[in-house]
């Protein structure tokens, strides 16, 4: 690879690195300003929504075991469009008590990296990124909740934009420390 | 030390009022540690998170943590998660499999059946002193398990469990016993484990057949999100029993439910319209249920409560929910997600996703049941909010013995349950004899008014 070469690939990387980010900002901003329908709006129709429970294993055990798997047994979420679609709905009811009246919530997303881009950083049809996450939930006068962990999101192009097929939410919390999971990550 | 005129006072069960102290005062809920969760019966875990030989998984009785493990031959034990040197947690892992459990401070070490084995430097330091068998892990007094259920109680001079239930038993069967009515067979395919601010009280009151909260749930009654909800259907629930009669039952122990009594024809009702196949597997669970258990099999389950804290769902979304007490203000709730263990892997994966969107922190439907606990729990702990007790007069005087099903029993929605539940742990703070925490003897007002 000529240098010349080199030097476009790597701006290619930072070009979809910052696409990337920006799309993750701008979908947290929907959740935070309480655009449920635009946000389901970016979900793929055969989304994967996955929050799994963290386990405390034995050294050694972790990659098999500290985490609960999509697609078996319980997590905390193991969601499809269908199922997101009806938290979305059961908010805009206005009667679903756990959310009414409504959290105040920012979503703080960092760290974000492409981990894969297919088939190439330009032209990136399919792109896995993983993130941070902060989010701070607060309700009524004095009830508040951060969640703190890791998010890795498969992206897939659709036109200028982007979808989100996959959503893995990988929370630091065992025991969770919040009495209700009202709200999306 | 709450005195039995005070108690009196809190729990005046017959005129249905019961102080908000029982759900906001720390000193009364020291005394409930003391005097409930060290004598009655509490649910552990289930046989199926511990397989085989050397399992183990850590669960919880009271506000205290103990280790569910299954010895070198298979026998089942339940001990105290405290090493008998400092105190230390022997194990500090969730569930999984040892020879031993080694304490991380000075090293003594466990068996799986409890027995104390290593000591570092015995001999220079111990030998003589140190009797090793006088110093196990601290077991309980009496464990059983019950269809597959592993429940224990401190107190060596407790009630056998199924004295225990008494009446109970029949119905917490239902939730137990395989969909077809074979007995047992089920197993745990998930724990949920989260921290809700609220007294562990109101999660149990919830399942002792509170069915008057429905209200709470208009929101995914509205929406829909049952196991008909993709064809259209609203609510949250099957349809199994819109021809049955409800029953609402207290038992004398302190436990309670909400069952149903199919109508004579006992026919089975379209319950899982989005899935031809799932819907085909719980007809032919039905149909060979009624085959097995004859005029038995009308009786079905919906919620209850085994007094103190252990709950269960028995229809679907199927689990058992403990109410672990932190604080008079905090539980931790532990939800153990129940299925046939030999049912499809298409039934498992449709009825895991079920449990997930309806139970737990996640669950559309729970989700406003803890809203309510909390700021429940939170607007009665005020000065003033105290001095004013809960209304328990629902359906007083209604309830009848025996009629249709054993037990005092309502047709109506009603609140004999909660109130022979209060009732019940008035006993305890009072240290009553078995026989009165079991309704045998000598419970004041126990006949008065149900």
Known sequence: MSVANAQESVTAQWLLQQEIADFLYAEADLLDERHFREWLDLLAEDVSYFMPIRRNVKFGQQPELENTISGSGISWFDDDKWTLTKRVEQILTGVHYAEEPLSRVSHLISNVRIIRASPSAEGAQEVTAKSRFLVYQNRQEYETNIFAGKRIDVLRRAGMSWQITKREIVLDQNVLLAKNLTIFF | ?450
């Open chain 2, 1 to 450: 030390m709450a005195t039995s005129l005070e108690v009196d006072q809190l729990v005046q069960s017959e005129r249905g009022l019961i102080s908000r102290e029982l759900f906001v005062n720390e000193d009364l809920f020291r005394e409930e540690l003391q005097k409930v969760f060290t004598r009655a019966w509490l649910f552990v875990g289930h046989e199926s998170l511990i397989p085989n030989p050397n399992d183990f998984f850590s669960s919880r009785m009271g506000d205290e943590s103990v280790i569910l493990s299954r010895d070198e031959t298979g026998q089942i034990h339940v001990f105290l998660n405290s090493c008998r040197h400092r105190g230390m947690k022997v194990c500090r892992y969730e569930q999984g499999n040892t020879s031993l459990f080694v304490c991380p401070y000075h090293s003594w070490s466990y068996k799986t059946d409890g027995r104390l084995l290593g000591v570092p430097m015995y001999k220079t330091l111990y030998e003589g002193t140190l009797n090793r068998a006088d110093w196990s892990l601290i077991e309980v007094g009496k464990l059983v398990n019950y269809r597959g259920t592993i429940w224990a109680t401190w107190d060596r001079n407790a009630p056998d469990f199924v004295d225990y239930l008494g009446g109970m038993k029949e119905h917490l069967d239902l939730a137990l016993d395989c969909r077809d009515g074979r007995p047992g067979g089920s197993e745990v395919i998930g724990v949920q484990k989260w921290v809700l601010p609220a007294n562990w009280k109101l999660g149990a009151e919830n399942f002792l057949g509170d069915t008057y909260h429905n209200p709470s749930h208009r929101s995914v009654d509205l929406i829909g999100i049952g196991p008909s909800a993709g064809a259209g259907k609203r609510g949250r629930r099957d349809d199994q029993y819109k021809k049955a009669t409800h029953v609402w039952v207290s038992f004398p122990a302190g436990h309670g439910v909400h069952s149903a009594l199919q109508s004579d024809d006992n026919e089975y009702a379209e319950s899982y319209l989005d899935h031809p196949q799932i819907e085909a597997y719980f007809r032919h669970c039905f149909e060979e249920r009624k085959r097995r258990l004859g005029e038995k099999s009308r009786l079905l389950p919906a919620v209850g409560t085994v007094f103190p804290n252990a709950s269960y769902l028995g229809l679907q979304p199927r689990g058992i929910c403990v109410w672990h007490p932190n604080s008079a203000v905090s539980t931790e709730a532990w939800r153990f997600y129940l299925v046939d263990k030999d049912a499809p892997q298409e039934v498992k994966e449709f009825l895991r996703r079920y449990y997930m969107r309806y139970s737990g922190p996640g669950g559309m439907t729970e989700q406003d049941d803890i809203e309510n606990w909390l700021y429940a729990t939170a607007a009665s702990s005020g000065t003033i909010a105290r001095q004013y007790p809960f209304n328990y007069q629902q359906s007083l005087n209604v309830a009848k013995m025996n009629d249709p099903v054993p037990g005092e029993v309502s047709t109506q929605i009603s609140e004999h349950i909660a109130r022979a539940f209060y009732r019940r742990w008035a006993s305890y703070l009072k240290d009553a004899p078995w026989d009165e925490l079991l309704g045998k003897s000598g419970v004041k007002g126990h006949s008065a008014a149900v």
